[in-house]
């Protein structure tokens, strides 16, 4: 500092009005590229949601199923436990065993 400090002893007003004018610059062009960063994540993000919420969240189902079972279930943003618990459901107020019901696929209906 003590080098900085005798070097701006003498220093005349242009040299000074030069200095400010650079260092704002800087500023604001740091400030320029961090806004541009900032949108370009912005958009990134933003496509990575919409091209997830395009799809539907299909779950994968086992090529071969369980022995006893009636075949393959596709789920529809549909969590496992759910699934399972209105198969469940279904099962007990028909009064027929899990295995002789087939379920082809469960999707939530929203209103």
């Known amino acids: 500092m003590f080098l900085v400090n005798q070097a701006m002893v003498d220093v005349s007003i242009g040299t000074a009005a030069i200095i400010v004018v650079l260092g704002m610059g800087v500023v604001f062009l740091g400030l320029a590229l961090l806004m541009w960063v900032t949108q370009l994540m912005g958009k990134i993000m933003a496509g990575r949601r ?14 071969k199923p ?11 943003d549909v969590p496992d436990r759910t699934a399972a ?3 469940a459901i ?20 929203k209103e």
């Open 50 to 63: 919409k091209k997830a919420a395009a799809a539907p969240n299909v779950q994968p189902v086992s090529a």
């Open 66 to 76: 369980a022995p006893g079972s009636a075949g393959q279930v596709k789920l529809y």
């Open 85 to 87: 618990i209105l198969m």
């Open 90 to 109: 279904v099962a007990n107020k028909t009064g027929k065993p899990l295995n002789e019901l087939r379920f082809l696929s469960i999707r939530e209906i």
